[in-house]
């Protein structure tokens, strides 16, 4: 007889770094998926690619919810349709597509629903040295954040927050992708397009390069590989 | 000529404590108010409250927003119609009006909202002592989270979570707020009721006996005085 597995709360946008970083959450705990929306140009096809990775694991306990704020508030090239989209390829410093302070968004609803389940970890597929440098993916800002959630839940509450991706490349992503086979078909993460992936804004640049270091085809569609 | 203000973002929620808060942000920033709904029992009444005092104090910068992810989370009597909110007087232990982890999502839209208009300082209106015990109410959560805040946020962002209550008593809540003429009649404590307060849920006990402390009248109508 095995033993009952811990719930763990993934956060899963439908881009490929969570979907690697559930992937790996599976074998070891019991997980229940969370995504949030918040007006992002590519809304409905994250979900679309949310609720397909839910279907392809048979996962049940899932959670969808609106983060509604963060379009109201805007200063994101992601949420507010004034502000292009960065696409002349990678460049130095923290690009327009920076979402104010997002990540510290997730990680709340994730550690409250956590708190509510009873679950002792949150996976998040952050990556810090190989994306686009945005502040709420290092390693001191989720350390930071573990001390807010000792600090700010019920005594003996116990959620560590689990970042599995967060030194790796992207192209070492691909690969533990592939060992453990995920559906990486299923996936999506072009900021700009809900058809196919534009090829140009920084998250398919980075996505591209990291299937070809892995001397792979990523299989999603692409209107031009930039 | 007058020097021109930084920028204050307050978090107010219409209750007696916020209100206070936000009259002390007042007196040294330029404030922008921010109030949050989820679904809790007094929603409306909340928000008319939050109304009333940017109304009182003619502040232009003000956004409501929803938090909706905290009534489908749920695990509390404010926003799970199956769980009672506990009446029968103040007792020892976290009551299960606490919301699990709210103040965390509070803050990571204040943090937000301040990190996109350039405002310096987030003021919440929080009491550590004298109060219900919440451990998100607590000075090392506030003085955790400003670490994240720190860490998560771009390059060159100040901003400095500022709690001016977190140690007062409610009555010394109340004695601030008289001097600095607060209006006390149009803020909302109650967590049951939209018309009368009840009296007797936790909140309304501390609110009532905040005054009585301070020999005054709540000039708020209760349907009864527990």
Not at 28 to 39: L, S
Not at 141 to 153: C, I, L, P, Q, W
Request: glycine share 8%; charged share 25%; proline share 4%.
């Amino acid at each position: 007889m095995g033993k009952i597995k811990e719930k763990a709360v993934c956060l899963v946008s439908g881009g490929m770094d969570s979907l690697v970083s559930m992937a790996m959450a599976i074998e070891d705990y019991d997980v229940c998926m969370m995504h949030a929306y918040y007006g992002q140009l590519t809304q409905e096809r994250e979900l679309k690619a949310f609720r397909d990775i839910s279907a392809h694991y048979s996962i049940d306990k899932v959670m969808t919810f609106s983060l509604s704020t963060l379009a109201q508030i805007g200063g994101s090239s992601l949420t507010d349709p004034e502000i292009d989209v960065h696409t002349g390829g990678l460049v130095d410093g923290i690009p327009n597509t920076y979402v104010p302070f997002r990540n510290a968004h997730l990680l709340s609803a994730a550690v409250s629903w956590a708190e509510v389940l009873g679950a002792s970890r949150v996976f998040i597929g952050a990556v810090e040295e190989d994306s686009s440098g945005y502040p709420d993916c290092r390693e001191s800002f989720f350390r930071a954040f573990e001390k807010v959630v000792v600090e700010g839940t019920l005594p003996g509450t116990k959620i560590e927050i689990v970042t599995p991706l967060l030194h790796l490349t992207k192209t070492e992503i691909v690969r533990k992708g592939i060992q453990m086979r995920v559906p990486f078909e299923l996936s999506w993460s072009c900021y700009k397009n809900n058809e196919k992936a534009c090829g140009v804004c920084d998250s398919c640049i980075l996505r591209l390069r990291a299937f070809e270091g892995a001397g792979l085809e990523d299989p999603i569609l692409y209107e031009e590989k930039g």
